[in-house]
């Protein structure tokens, strides 16, 4: 499975920070925007509860046999 980067994020951050973020990426051989991404990941699944994790994988077993809702059909507003 293909994952699409179509979103993109500007953060501005000291110079004396930068460093250590571009140090950091160096030493494990990862791009700053990979680092970043992983970073993001790790803190929204922490900030997920037992059951929240637990639903979403139940919905993504059931989204990949088709059984999801186009999203076309959702009414917003």
Wanted: aromatic share 6%; charged share 40%; hydrophobic share 35%.
């Amino acid at each position: 499975m293909s994952v699409t980067m179509d979103k993109e994020l500007l953060i501005r951050v000291p110079s004396p920070l930068y460093a250590k973020v571009k140090r950091l990426c160096k030493n494990e051989y990862k791009s700053v925007s990979g680092l970043v991404r992983e970073l993001l990941l790790e803190e929204v699944e922490e900030s997920l509860k037992e059951e929240d994790l637990k639903i979403i994988v139940k919905e993504r077993k059931n989204f990949y046999k088709g059984k999801g809702i186009n999203w076309r059909k959702v009414k917003r507003g």
